[in-house]
């Protein structure tokens, strides 16, 4: 039964990679704040990786450590900027994803790339998407990490899950979409790149 899942879910994965779409922004639910035509935005990568060995499929999250200048305690994927060395946001997505939480990239099945998401702190994240196929152990890297968990495929990936939010910031009201998961506040740029994955499932 769960091989039969698991096919599933990668038949409905694929097709959604398949379908035409749009970068997506933080700034989505917020059109009036006006964004300079000529940004220089930094690439990056983040993993989002559907674990098929769990009883129920899951989806690989970390929540940051406290310690970090940006973003402390937020929930994340892998990832992050690209390095010189890397040969595109796959290969950041792969390595951040080993350094962060011990993740092997010969486990990662890379099915493809989502349209790129633009963050308020200045980066093009290229969301990609892979497959974990064999049972993994995760270990977060204590200087950035402090915990990996996972999520339930099926509830992150329903759009039903999410609501709107908003709080000040930069003197504005921002609203951005969150998909909480019992202790786990799933907001901002992983929200959003979540949103819409979820939405290109229920087409």
């Known amino acids: ?14 097709r959604a990679l398949a379908l035409p ?9 917020n059109p009036d704040v006006p964004l300079p035509e000529d940004r220089i935005l930094r690439p990056a990568g983040v993993l989002v ?7 129920e499929p899951t989806l690989i999250l970390t929540k940051r450590s406290a310690r970090l200048k940006h973003h402390p305690g937020q929930i994340a994927f892998p ?9 595109d946001p796959i290969a950041t997505a792969l390595r951040e994803a080993e350094e962060e939480i011990a993740l092997p990239r010969a486990a990662v099945d890379v099915l493809g790339t989502l349209p790129a998401h633009e963050t308020v702190t200045g980066f093009r994240v290229t969301p990609v998407l892979g497959l974990i196929r064999s049972p993994v152990t995760l270990a977060p ?6 915990e990996v968990f996972r999520v339930p495929f099926a509830f992150v990936t329903d759009p039903s899950s999410f609501r709107v939010e908003g709080r000040r910031w930069q003197g504005r009201h921002r609203h951005y979409y969150v998909v909480p998961w019992g202790p786990y506040y799933i907001w901002g740029a992983t929200g959003r790149i979540l949103r819409a994955l979820a939405d290109r499932l229920a087409r």
């Not at 779409?21 to 639910?29: I, P, Q, T, Y």
């Not at 990832?79 to 040969?87: I, L, S, T, V, W």
């Not at 890297?141 to 402090?146: I, K, L, S």
């Open 21 to 29: 779409g749009n970068d997506s922004s933080d700034f989505d639910l």
């Open 79 to 87: 990832g992050g900027k690209q390095d010189p060395r890397d040969a």
């Open 1 to 14: 039964m769960a091989t039969v899942r698991a096919a599933e879910i990668e038949d409905r994965l694929r």
């Open 141 to 146: 890297e204590a200087g950035e990490v402090e």
């Open 49 to 55: 990786a559907a674990d098929l060995t769990t009883p």
